[in-house]
């Protein structure tokens, strides 16, 4: 079932035939307190009543629509369409209006704990921006809407949350902490699919938690650690290499001395030491040869 408009009109012309209806009916009662006459006095009492009772009826069809509100319009249960024009709109008065809001409206799931890819045990939490793109779709195709997106967010954040692991092992795979953008757009999509029975559009999802378990937190941060100083390391003796290279092409290109293969791998020994040291170096002063 898809939206459609409602038949209405303006509201306004709506009140004011009403109101003439009304005064018409009053009118009526009024002038048969004049008429002698037994049956003419019933007829215009009745006619006044009627007519009165009509209008009364004729203005239980006014409908007063707020921006960002619409009403979903039912007659016996069927289906005729759907009121977004803000204002004093006017309908059929024997059907029914449900109220439905259309504003931007932000669901954010409690903090859950689920396994990542890895199967270490994670916490996350996100926020879900979305509205009500069609009234119909939400009113009859789903029994609450509201708690359909909010059921339907908490799976698919789950969903996500085994499908990739907090930390990838490798380069290039794709991880919920180092890789937030390309995940929150995979949420997006995936949350724009479960909720699509609904007429619900997903503007924008986000993680608002995301970390370890307070029961391995702490080995994680060692192992995080550990990682970052693996990778420092890694830095420093690329570094280190290609400083030894550029030292050793310059002096034999320069021919500043003689280098064997066992001077050069003094020198080699030397360098890597002091550039790649965490301390500074100590000199040593040898009062020999290099052979003695």
């Known amino acids: 079932m898809r939206e459609f408009a409602a038949h209405s009109i303006g509201g ?3 009140l004011l035939l009403g109101l003439v209806g009304l005064l018409a009916g009053a009118g009526l009662i009024a002038a048969a307190t004049a008429v002698d006459g037994g049956g003419a006095k019933a007829a215009l009492i009745i006619g006044g009543i009627l007519v009165g009772l009509a209008a009364f009826l004729a203005m239980c069809g006014l409908n007063m629509v ?15 369409g759907t009121i977004r024009q803000d204002g004093l709109r006017w309908v ?13 409206r932000n669901h954010e799931t409690a903090v859950l704990k689920v396994n990542d890819a890895y199967g270490n045990p994670i916490e996350l939490a ?7 793109e069609d009234t119909a779709q939400a009113i009859f195709e789903v029994d609450d ?6 059921t339907q967010t908490e799976a698919a ?23 937030a953008e390309e995940i929150t757009e995979k949420l997006a999509v995936e949350l724009h699919a479960r909720v699509e029975a609904a007429g619900v559009q997903i503007i924008e999802s986000r993680f608002t938690h995301l970390a370890y378990a307070p029961e391995i937190a702490s080995a994680m941060l060692q192992r995080q650690q550990a990682g970052a100083v693996v990778a420092a390391r890694r830095q420093i003796v690329d570094g280190a290499v290609g400083m030894v290279e550029a030292a050793i092409a310059r002096i034999t290109e320069r021919d500043i001395v003689e280098l064997d293969s066992e001077r050069k791998a003094a020198m080699v020994s030397n ?22």
């Open 126 to 132: 996100a926020v879900v921006v979305w509205r009500v």
């Open 145 to 150: 809407y509201v708690e359909f997106v909010s």
């Open 157 to 179: 954040v789950r969903h996500i949350a085994i499908e990739y692991p907090y930390d990838a092992h490798e380069e290039d795979g794709l991880s919920l902490r180092g890789n």
């Open 66 to 80: 707020a921006p960002g509100e619409a009403r979903v319009v039912q007659l016996f249960g069927r289906y005729r």
């Open 271 to 292: 360098l890597m030491v002091v550039l790649c040291g965490d301390r500074a170096a100590q000199p040593v002063l040898n009062t020999g040869s290099l052979y003695q």
């Open 92 to 104: 059929n008065p024997l059907t029914s209006r449900t109220k439905i809001s259309t504003r931007v």
């Open 12 to 14: 306004g012309l709506a």
